[in-house]
């Protein structure tokens, strides 16, 4: 939404404008079902088909973007979709996409892409030819399956463009900066033990009192498996404060939900991104994993303003060193 251009080159959405189309959208994305017998009715349709079927996130986004492609955003971006019929991640890069046209895909089919969360949205198919008749398809679903916390895609592709000499970027991988927004989840507590799963088979591990065990597992051990790595070599190059991780880890189990679209939760979200903005830094604790509040680090709003005043000033010097170049 930021980075798709309008037809004046401009970004199609400012930041401001995109918590207003959320609250507006939000639930005729995510229709809720009114009552106990609408709840039955939604929870007996997800066993056999996806909880939403899309129609109306499609034609939304389909509308906003067009026909627009990868290659034309206003910055870079790296967007994570899984490919389940080939198994594999596909990730979408401007960067690609500007050297590779079958990787060139209309922003509207990557965004239908990796929304398509499975159980709760329908897989997305489509094909994409360059100008010599070579085609590529794609059957995709949500890239957070294999990269729930994308952090580590975005660092790689950066040192990818290093390696590849890319005028943009320093060798110096210690001026990384890096900003981790994450979008809430339940507060850790302990739920299993090895005592009671040890009995578990498939059904249990599916779904457990009133959550899913495999899924919680998976989700956790994802976002472990990039935090603690890219914190521990942040560490390593003296660049610990280059590592910005936004991420409210104490969420009731309805505002960690990802369809509650009713107008109470959705101002609670709102309440819950702005009370965000005046807690204090976090770093993750290398032998936990888990975010700790930092001493003296300030707050998460105004590490922001000092990114973005470092980001600004990166952006000036790219150009003036762009200019000299021509």
Known sequence: MLTAPNKEGRPLFAAKDIIPFYLEQGPK?????????GSIKKMLKSLVRPKYNGKYLHKVIQEKLGQ?????TLTNIIVPTF????????????????????MDARLSDICISTSAAPTYLPAHYFKNQDKDGHVQEFNLVDGGVAANNPVLVATSQVTKQIFLGDPDFSMDCGRFLVISLGTGSPKVKPKYNATTAIKWGLCRWLLNGGSSPIVDVLTQASDDMVNLPLSALLQ??????????????TLSRTNSSVDISTKDNMDKLVEIGKNLLKKPVSRINSHTGLLEPCQNGGSNEESLKRFAKLLSE????????????L
């Open 29 to 37: 994305i995510f229709p809720y079902g009114r009552g106990l017998l």
């Open 68 to 72: 627009t492609r990868l290659c034309k």
């Open 83 to 102: 490919d389940i019929k080939n198994l594999q991640p596909i990730v979408f890069s401007t960067f690609e996409a500007k050297e590779d046209p079958l």
């Open 236 to 249: 390593a190059l003296h660049s610990e404060n280059n590592y910005l991780r936004i991420q409210d880890d």
């Open 314 to 325: 990166e952006r000036r010097l790219r150009k003036s060193k762009a200019a000299l170049r």
